[in-house]
Each structure stands twice: as C-alpha cells, then as structure tokens.
C-alpha cells in the first residue's frame, strides 16, 4: 500500500461539474504536490449530471490522486463532508467547495505553519477573494486568532473562519465530531465552535482562495434552512448563551433577522424584544430595530 499523503482535500459535490472541474484544477495545480483528493459525488448515480462528474474525474482528469466516491442517494453536504472525513488517509484536511478555487501555494504556507504549531492548535486558516459579478473582487483577511470561542459565539469580531480556507488536523475533526447531518445551513459554524472548544486557531494573513459569483444558489441560502440552523444551533449553546446574556443578545438580534426577512414577524420581534430585556443597553438594538423595520415594510 502507498504511503499515506500529508493532505487528504474533501470536495463534496452536486450538479455542478461544470464548476468541479475549476475547483479540481486548482488542487492539481498545487506547489505542494503530498495530498489525495476525496470528491464525494452527492448526485445519485446514474443521473446525467453524475456520469459527467465521473467522465470529468476518471476520463478528463484521470489523476490517480482523485478517489471519487458516489453516494447511493443523496445526503446532502455536512453528510457528504463526513465521507470524505471518514475516507481521508492524510493527517491533515482541507475543504474545498466545488464552486471555490485555491491559489497554487495554498497548501505550501498552510502546512509548514500546522507543522510547526503545538498539538493545541486544530485550524490554520487563511483570507480569500471575494468575487463579483461584475469582475470586481474584494480581498476577505482573517479576523480570528487563537482561542475563539467567544468570538465565535458573539461572531462580531470580523468573518468566521471557511471551509475552503482552512487547514485542518482530521484527528482535531474526529474528535469533535464531524458535522451535523441533520443541520441544513451553518453546518460550518456549528463545527467551528466545537473545534474551538478544544483547539486554537491561526492564520495567514493573505488571500488563498478565491470565492466566485458564478455559483448557483445554495441549499444553505434557503431562508427556511436558515433559520432551522439558527434554532438548532440555538439548542446546542443554549448553556453557553446562558452563562453570557451580552453574547446571547447578540445572537437573538441576528436570529431576529432571519426571521423577518422569511416573513416570521411575530417570532421576529418576540427575539428581538427578548435580547432587548436580556441587555438594555445594547448598541445594536437602534440599528437592529430599524433593520426589522425595514424589513417588514418591504414584505407589505
């Protein structure tokens, strides 16, 4: 059997072989050449866009680095990330979207930096491009360093950290305990707060992937799954929410948010009216309240 490979890079993927096929060149194209590549093919097979992914992988590309793995039916992507977790022979692993794209030295900074931290150390992450539609792009630096639990939990200290910038040690992965299948959106926050109970992260301080407008709409941006992510994650921090009042009326107000823009305007205001009694003199209540204002004037 070969030697096992530094990096195993996870790639779930649906209906976008199009775009796979940008996604993959990227990894390929890599100055640090020690990975494997897990694409995980969410399509059921059979499916016309699931015989071109496999031409596209197997025939087109037919790099023996490439494992393509396709799903009996479709499980969506937190499950499909978990294959691939589960697949990677590497020490490390880095996620990829199949609409996202790296630069070629990605890799090559990320590692030598996770090999010289201390086992406490679970992520490296790094900045990306942000790509619009008109060609303009705007460079995203990371903003969280260390141990960034409460920041997390309060996510106002810049970005959170993304899937397709990070580095990360599978055993960090393991241990935490993958994603959640029953999460529909914020699957990716949802692991990052367990990850951060128990590891730091770092970063490079410059952009290393490139986030594209020409992707199609997510499952993630579903205004429903949205908001079964806050709720069901809202049940996960519940004590930690409970223990900081500031941070838990912070995240009432986001929620608060969400369930406005999907037309949820009573759920809406009992939240924001909650985080209000939660923190009186809190200085995002104004701009929160003018944002449901708004909000709700619009759906009528």
């Known amino acids: 059997m070969p030697d096992a490979p530094r990096v195993s890079v996870v790639i779930p993927t649906y209906r976008r072989p199009e775009l796979l096929g940008r996604a993959l060149k990227s990894v390929l194209e890599q100055s640090f050449q020690n990975f494997e590549v897990v694409v995980v093919d969410d399509n ?36 499909a990330r978990n294959i691939g977790i589960r697949e990677a022979r590497g020490e490390y692993i880095a996620f990829l979207d199949d609409d996202e ?19 406490d150390v679970g992520v490296i992450d790094s900045g990306f491009y942000d790509w619009k539609k ?24 810049g970005r959170a950290p993304k899937l397709s910038t990070m580095l990360c040690r599978k ?3 393991v241990q935490a305990g993958l994603f959640d299948p029953l999460l529909r ?67 009432l107000l986001k929620h608060a948010i ?23 003199l809190n200085p995002r209540l104004l701009p929160y309240g003018f944002r449901l204002l708004r909000s709700m004037i619009k759906r009528y």
Request: no cysteine.
């Open 44 to 79: 059921t097979r059979g499916l016309p866009e699931q015989q071109v992914t496999e031409n596209l992988v197997k025939t087109r590309l037919n790099d023996p680095r490439i494992r393509y793995i396709v799903n009996s039916t479709s499980v969506g992507g937190a499950e």
């Open 171 to 173: 055993s960090a992965l």
């Open 185 to 251: 959106a914020r699957q990716d926050y949802d692991l990052y707060i367990r990850l951060a109970r128990h590891w730091q992260f770092l970063s490079i301080n410059q952009p290393l992937s490139n986030k594209r407008a020409d992707a199609n709409e997510r499952v993630s941006s579903n205004p429903d799954n949205i908001i079964q992510g806050y709720e069901h994650v809202y049940q996960k921090i519940g004590q930690d929410l409970q223990e900081a009042p500031k941070t838990h009326a912070i995240y």
């Open 134 to 157: 008109n060609g303009r792009k705007r460079v995203v630096r990371p903003k969280m360093q260390g141990w960034i639990l409460e920041t997390l939990l309060r996510k106002t200290g």
């Open 258 to 280: 969400v369930l406005s823009l999907a037309g949820r305007h009573t759920e809406a205001r009992h939240k924001y009216f909650y985080a209000m009694r939660l923190w009186r």
């Open 101 to 119: 794209d790296w630069m070629p030295e990605k890799l090559s900074l990320q590692i030598p930096l996770m090999d010289a931290a201390g086992p």
